[in-house]
């Protein structure tokens, strides 16, 4: 018989028709008549409550089905007189898929998050993480829709790469030479001839730069894959493998920017809460009882832009004022979380934009202001979060680029195709990256980057 998945079979209202559903034992209890399995197929985050009469089955049958084991039921689909579901079935077949010993590590009781990371392999069956990864699936068709339908192309940046786009150094290499045994030259530099690309490469930090030669051609392009970052950073809101989203796009100056940038986190935003209201106010009841509040209230408001400067200014009044921050404030310093968050979730209480930087804190391919000092880099800081994305327009001027390149004394040998979108028909253009975890935690209200990607790597980890 033609399985019916859960989340279709609960809002269902044939009564008296058979059906079959297959599933996840979550729980089972019972009494002399009759046992009650709730039966979960990660359709939903709803289970299907099975009722078998004891008389139907074998007694060996029905002990064997413990939390954990899977099970294929036909029976007879009918309204729950019981509270919490509005239908249950019947069960007249019961076939066990595999069974799940008391071993099973995720037995009824509530865990915590860092005892469900160390089985990362298992925890994509309960009740937060299900909600966690399909919501993480919604967003992924919220972004490919929001550019699709505004006519940006989806763009596939390498990611095996010779270049460092944010010039950080953070990069894990891809090599195929023998570590045991490398061959360097006379001044003890590895040879990279007999390497499998006859150069040094590594895992991309970033698709901008790539996604700048898409924008000059066809327009308006977005990538959506992984990024590598060897930063060694232990915090809750750094992965060294994560998702990024760039958006590039020609002909657009500062303000287009940031109106792209905050359409595109309210579209997103405003998706979750139209696709994916059950997980939602599961995780708004389990995790984080201000979530689907802080939701709305994001697609709601204006963000707030502020010029750099004026955000130090206002740092500055707060100190002056008794505020107290564990790094200092001064014009010209790279703003802590603890900053951006000031700003976001107590000075003004909603999303800030951030622009026009210091250039010596941001990257070499922003574009330079007339005041010789700032550059038009955004931050879009956000509540709970900090960064959520990073983004500018791009310095379009051959000459002033490769100014920037010489102070910085970035090796160009492996950007020359890079300059080259500036020696012919050079052209204003901007985007951005927006961290898809960042936006996850956001959505989900989770705390820690790790807990909203299957399998996060981070220093010192890298198991399943
Ligand atoms: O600010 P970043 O470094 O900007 C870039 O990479 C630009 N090339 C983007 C562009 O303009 N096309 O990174 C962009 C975003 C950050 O705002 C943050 O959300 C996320 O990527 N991010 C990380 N997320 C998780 N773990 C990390 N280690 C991250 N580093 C950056
Ligand atoms: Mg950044």
């Keep these: 018989m033609k399985r019916t998945r859960i989340v279709d079979a609960i809002k269902m209202t044939q009564f008296g028709e058979t059906v079959n559903v ?13 046992n009650f399995i709730a039966l979960n197929d ?29 099970l294929s039921v036909t029976g007879k689909l009918v309204k729950s007189e019981g509270a919490g579901q509005a239908v249950e079935i019947q069960a007249d077949e019961i076939q066990i898929y595999g069974l799940a010993d008391n071993t099973y590590p995720l037995q009824k009781k509530g865990h915590t998050m860092e005892f469900l990371r160390g089985i990362a392999h298992l925890r ?26 505004k006519g940006f192309f989806y763009w596939h940046s390498p990611i095996i790469t010779a270049s460092d786009c944010e010039g950080a150094g953070q990069m894990f290499q891809v090599t195929t030479q023998n570590l045991y045994d490398l061959k360097k030259d006379e001044n003890g530099s590895i040879k990279y001839d007999d390497d499998f690309f006859g150069k040094q490469t590594s895992l991309t930090v970033s698709g901008q730069l790539e996604g ?24 809750p809101r750094h992965l060294a493998e994560f998702w990024m989203i760039e958006p590039e796009v020609a002909f657009i100056d500062l303000p287009e920017l ?28 389990m995790i984080d009882k201000g979530l689907i509040e802080r939701l709305k209230s994001v697609v709601a408001t204006e963000f707030v832009r502020l010029p ?32 951006e968050r000031f700003l976001v979730e107590e000075h003004f209480q909603k999303p800030v934009i951030m622009i026009n930087y210091p250039k010596e804190i941001k990257a070499f391919y922003m574009k330079q202001n007339e005041d010789g000092k700032t550059v038009q880099g955004t931050d879009v800081l956000f509540p709970q979060i900090g960064e959520i994305i990073g983004g500018s327009v791009r310095e379009e001027s051959y000459d002033k680029l490769m100014e920037r390149i010489t102070e910085l004394n970035i090796p160009m040998k492996d950007m020359w195709w890079y300059l080259d979108t500036r020696k012919y028909g050079s052209c204003p253009h901007a985007g951005f990256g927006l961290g898809f975890e960042r936006l996850m935690l956001f959505v989900t209200g989770m705390q820690n980057i790790r807990d909203v990607i299957p399998f996060p790597r981070t220093p010192k980890t890298a198991d399943f």
């Design 308 to 339: 750099y400067t004026e955000g130090i200014k206002i740092l500055e009044e707060a100190i002056a004022k008794g505020k107290k921050f564990e790094f200092p404030v001064y014009w010209g310093c790279d703003l802590a979380s603890e900053h």
């Design 124 to 149: 994509p069956r309960t009740n937060t993480f299900g909600a966690v990864l399909r919501i993480r699936h919604n967003m992924a068709i919220a972004i490919h829709q929001f550019f699709h339908q």
């Design 42 to 70: 990660g359709s939903t985050i709803n289970n299907i409550q099975i009722v078998a009469d004891v008389v139907k089955f074998e007694e060996e049958l029905l002990k064997s089905i413990t939390t954990g084991a899977c």
């Design 258 to 285: 940031m109106d792209l940038e905050e359409e595109f986190i309210k579209f997103c935003v405003n998706w979750a809460l139209e696709n994916c209201m059950d997980d939602l106010t599961f995780l708004n009841n």
């Design 212 to 235: 700048e030669l898409g924008a000059t051609a066809l327009g308006a392009i977005y990538t959506f894959g992984p990024t590598f970052r060897a930063e060694n950073s232990n915090t």
């Design 22 to 34: 297959k599933g996840w034992v979550r729980t089972k209890r019972g009494n002399k008549e009759v």
